[in-house]
């Protein structure tokens, strides 16, 4: 077969797959906002639940799930930057790094239930933290942990290595020119592992189903030590329980719409952050 033509093939079967992924989720998108969007006012977002979840609105779940991403990011991001740079800074080839690497992927692949049974046994029963924000948190954070991990050690070992003997010639020390110019210089691509993590704890169930979410709390927490509602045991809550389901169908579907827009918005946010500082390190350049 000629090459031109082999090389055209394979554009066009790959182009076809990427239109089909594309189609797939914008399938999803546009399934979840026909059902849900019709639930979508400014009581559905900002009041308490009430009259068994099928009226009022979403507004404590909304609030504890943007407290239990935020305190789980607080968690995961400093322990996951600390250990990428440990691993591909200090011990880069090695029988350490390659013992830390197995272990997170290990850590990577275990159910998201066994973390949740975990941070029960351990944030909310041995540590008395009980069934609140700062238990759901480490717990969120430590199933977010493996990836931070591994996409910032991507991330480092994107930074040309020119740039770290550059620094070493100047007179800088290992810290020095880690803090001043591997991390600015991988810092667009670590955000990228932040983004990938939020999206993986804030649609998570199983793991503050042990540690955290609340069946019907129609009130805000007052500190991280009290109970919240979430959307995804929410969703889950109105979806498989009660007695007129077809009743809270419309709201299940708004609550899908909600979870989904709030995590867009951090998403797209997020990739701000990484364009503004992308652009601002190649002008540096």
């Avoid at 009041?47 to 099928?54: F, N, Q, S, T």
């Amino acid at each position: 077969m000629d090459k031109k033509l082999a090389q055209k093939i394979a554009f066009w079967i790959f182009r076809i797959l990427g239109v089909f992924v594309v189609g797939i989720l914008l399938w999803i998108l546009g399934f979840i906002i026909y059902n849900g969007i019709g639930v979508i006012s400014l009581e559905f977002i900002f009041d308490a639940p009430r009259d068994g979840m099928l009226k009022g609105g979403i507004f404590p779940a909304i609030v504890g799930t943007f407290c239990l991403i935020v305190g789980s990011m607080i968690v995961a991001f400093p322990l996951g930057v600390m250990s990428a740079i440990y691993t591909n800074e200090y011990v880069r080839d090695g029988k350490i790094s390659r013992f830390i690497r197995m272990m997170t992927n290990n850590l990577g692949s275990i159910p998201s239930v066994i973390f949740g049974l975990f941070g029960m046994a351990l944030f909310v029963n041995a540590m008395s933290w009980g069934d609140s924000i700062i238990a759901g948190s480490f717990t969120l954070g430590l199933l977010a942990l493996p990836l931070v991990i591994r996409t910032t050690e991507e991330a480092l070992r994107m930074v040309p290595d020119s740039l770290r003997v550059g620094s070493y010639a100047l007179g800088a020390s290992k810290l020095q020119t880690i803090r001043y110019v591997v991390l600015p210089t991988a810092f667009p691509n670590i955000v990228t592992g932040l983004i990938l993590s939020i999206g993986r704890v804030s649609g998570e169930t199983a793991p503050i189903l042990f540690t955290v979410a609340a069946y019907f709390l129609p009130k805000l927490p007052s500190s991280i030590f009290d109970q919240v509602m979430a959307l995804p045991y929410h969703l889950y809550v109105i979806s498989t329980s009660g007695t007129n389901l077809e009743a809270a169908r419309p709201v299940a579907y708004g609550t899908a719409l909600v979870l989904i827009t709030l995590v867009l918005i951090i998403n797209f946010t997020a990739s701000f952050i990484r364009r503004h500082f992308s652009k601002k390190l190649g002008g540096g350049h």
